[in-house]
């Protein structure tokens, strides 16, 4: 059967709606969707709220920046960069290898600003330093001219430091010289564009895009009542069909469908308002509770569906008292031929009853079938060498070794 044409309306609709959408609208396969999507160029539609898939292009750019400059080019979080860099096991920015240009700026200017301008850790610049056997930069007292002094104070000390090649403790020293006040950024008023961010983006991206503090936009947002995304505690969007699942299920339920913790699930469900779901437990029948008494109560729960523990409470509840199994010849004859816990399944008993029973017979245990006897040669392995190394040698346990050397008081190697 040939396909079907492809109409001008289909294919203006290809970008406007997901792909299953589309094929249960036209009548035609995902696939042939899809192909016909690919084929054409057309993106893939990506609904509000999902997470936009990565591409090839954007995982090569991953690691040759700081993961804020690379998520401020992508249009990503600073946490999703960071989380596919990981899960690729790309190195951080940080830990790159060491250039010629990088290798020929050290010893110009102190560890601490070198650290701060190339993006790495203090620790790094100085182990790096002294690997080549470069001198650490001494600061050579130099007169300041009127230039420099009027730059005091209209930046932070940092800028000014670096501008001038000089020490940080320099500049700070000749502005508390000076009678300066440190450089202050004044306050200035929200506009309306940075206060419709500050529900689209995590805090510490709103705070590098606006040149504000994160504890200025997080003020920010506790005034206006703004439910953003809150970076400091859900690392993950939540998608519209996770939300969909809240106060219909329960914590533990929801948080195991969408790989999250349960104490995020509860916290993120208390602050959409969103009541927790209590199953009922099922009532009791009075034919059900006639049952109670007659027989154990791992019998009785498996009989009528429910757990031992809840037979036992309502029993004790009601005032009826348990039923002792007796033993039966057939029972008894089977103590001591298998191991006590196989026993135990096999009569659907108690491990503890098992055992008390064939104690009070003086019925000896089976033999472990997994047990294997000594051999005389691998006695006389014992204490020569470490437990731990003779354990891989006769393939047995460390705490069997052990064991029988101090049975035999055999001191350690």
Known sequence: MAASKWTVKELRLLCTRTDRELSRKFKRSVQ?????????GVPRFIPEGNSRPWTSKEDKVLGTKPDREIARFLKRTSVSVAKRRMALKIRHFRHRPWNTKEGRMLGTITDHQLAHELGRTVRQVRERRRKLGILPWIY?????TFHEEQMLGKKCDFTVAKRLRRSLASVRAKREKLGIPSFVMQNRMWTEEEIALLAKKPDAEVARLIGRTR????????????????????????????????GKMTDEQVAKVTGRKESAVGYYRLRKGIAPIHYLRRPWTKAEERLLGTDTDVAIGRRLGRDHKTVGDHRRRLGIHSIIRVWTGNEIKLLGTMPDRQLAQHLGRTLFSIQIQRIKLRIPPASNPKYRPWQKNELRLLGTIPDAELAQRLDRSSKAIREKRCELKIPCK
């Open 140 to 144: 050579t007292r130099r007169h300041w």
């Open 32 to 40: 042939a969707v899809c192909i016909k999507r690919n084929l054409l």
């Open 215 to 246: 504890n200025a936009v997080r003020r920010q947002k506790r005034l206006l009542k703004i439910e953003g995304v809150v970076d400091l505690l859900a690392k993950r969007r939540w998608m519209k069909c996770e939300q969909k699942l809240l």
